[in-house]
């Protein structure tokens, strides 16, 4: 009897190690860019990649907003209030999108920018939710990024209203 009953807590005990582990791994694969074959600040070639295997690869909320055009909230993203010099990178791909001396501070509520990396992004007309927007896309991977507006600063006029979470900033004391 004694036997069975340690038997079953040795059971149950694993059924609990079991259903922890995986949400364990997976956060910790999702987070770190070597999981990412496709992965390059130097390899500028285009990619031709599934939206089936970037959800394999990428955080689920990299994959919905850069995969599915999602929009992180408002005042959220770790780029929204930040300031330091260095090189904004898709969080994708790699790919350079745009120089910190580009970034100004806005009221919007996302990391904004007057201007981007020509060879970086690639601009697409969007007009869902009943709006008339220009969505900015990577041109190395064509994930969605943000938007661009007219309402930006000098030199350029523009704004371009980027989600945190589809950028990764490198600072140029890491370079
Ligand atoms: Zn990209």
Redesign the pocket.
């Known amino acids: 009897m004694k036997f069975l009953v340690s038997i079953i807590i040795l059971i149950f005990l694993q059924a609990c190690k079991q259903k922890q582990q995986p949400i364990k791994i997976t956060s910790m694969e999702n987070t770190d860019a070597k999981n990412n074959p496709y992965y390059s600040r130097t390899d500028t070639t285009k ?1 031709n990649v599934s939206n089936d295997e970037w959800k394999k690869i990428l955080a689920p909320d990299l994959y919905a907003i ?1 995969r599915e055009a999602a929009t992180e909230r408002a005042f959220t993203g770790k780029y929204n209030e930040f300031d330091e010099v260095g090189d904004y ?7 350079h ?1 745009f120089r910190s001396t580009s970034k100004f501070a806005s009221s919007c509520g996302w990391p904004s920018f007057f201007e981007a990396d020509k060879e ?1 992004v690639y601009y697409k007309r969007d007009q869902t939710y009943g709006m008339d927007r220009v969505e900015v ?7 969605h ?1 943000g938007h661009v507006f007219d309402d930006g600063p000098k030199p350029t006029g523009l704004r371009y209203c980027m989600n945190s979470v ?1 950028l990764e900033f490198v600072g140029d004391s890491q370079k």
């Open positions: 990619l850069s990178y898709c969080a994708v791909c790699g790919n999108l970086g896309l990577c041109k190395r991977c064509d994930s990024l589809s």
